[in-house]
């Protein structure tokens, strides 16, 4: 795994975790952007590496295989483009297949403990939102601000529904709901770093706000949390 985010690790860092749909990348990238730091997709890395061992033919269920490929793997951002060996990837990744494959890669020890120095490595001046599943409970456990976004099945399935189909593909609404809820057991249920709130993570439930809404309970806490940055 390349490492080219820089290797400081004193910068502040804010993480936003939740399930697949639950507006978690959207809101990272808003409060990234607002605040001028760094932003750190991890979802987006697992993602890769699903499609990177999909594309080579890797066993999915192998997890030695699966972290000698993390470890070596040329896998980098630019900007909001995520590159496999020099390629842009950004839209392959976003499939639905892609993501039930990072939710499979993500379960391996090998894998994850490839993955962390590579996470962590991206806190950098002058501070990082790291969005993910186990972001404020295992990688930065002693973030500076935590929060964990939520939403209902159905209303996370309708979303992904509907970002679908504003693209032109064709999906099928009862199929999203399964995927979704397979892909969040899958999540919650393994052993390493399973999905979850941090304990001193402020919980968030999206199901019925807007994303300006949402967005603007998240700033209200970073100003009274961390009233220096705003």
């Known amino acids: 795994m390349s490492a080219q985010l820089g290797a400081g690790r004193q910068a502040p860092v ?4 939740g399930p697949s749909g639950c507006g978690k990348g959207t809101i990272a990238a808003m409060l990234a952007e607002r605040l001028g730091w760094h932003l750190l ?6 993602r890769g590496l699903g499609f990177a061992a999909a594309s080579a033919g890797v066993d999915l ?7 000698r490929l993390a470890q070596g793997l ?12 020099g390629s842009d990837i950004s839209a392959d990744i976003r ?3 892609v993501a039930a494959a990072a939710s499979r890669v993500a379960r391996h020890a090998r894998v994850r403990a490839a993955m962390l120095g590579w996470q ?47 693209k032109g593909v064709d999906a099928n609404l009862a199929d999203l709901v399964d995927d979704l809820r397979e892909r969040d057991g899958r999540d919650q249920q393994r052993a390493l770093s399973p999905l979850a709130a941090a304990g001193d993570a402020i919980v968030i439930d999206t199901t019925t706000m807007s994303v300006d809404a949402v967005f603007a309970q998240v700033m209200d806490a970073v100003r009274r949390s961390l009233p220096s940055l705003c």
């Open 41 to 46: 997709d991890s979802g987006a890395l697992y």
């Open 61 to 67: 269920d192998d997890g030695e295989a699966l972290g």
């Open 74 to 85: 040329d896998l980098t951002f630019s900007g909001q483009r995520l590159l496999l060996e």
């Open 95 to 97: 499939t639905e297949t």
């Open 120 to 166: 962590r490595d991206a806190a950098r001046p002058p501070g990082l939102v790291a969005d993910g599943r186990d972001m404020g409970t295992v990688v930065f456990a002693t973030a500076a601000l935590k929060f964990y976004l939520d939403a209902s099945l159905n209303e996370r399935a309708n979303r992904r529904y509907k970002q679908l189909n504003d």
């Open 14 to 17: 804010i993480t936003i975790d």
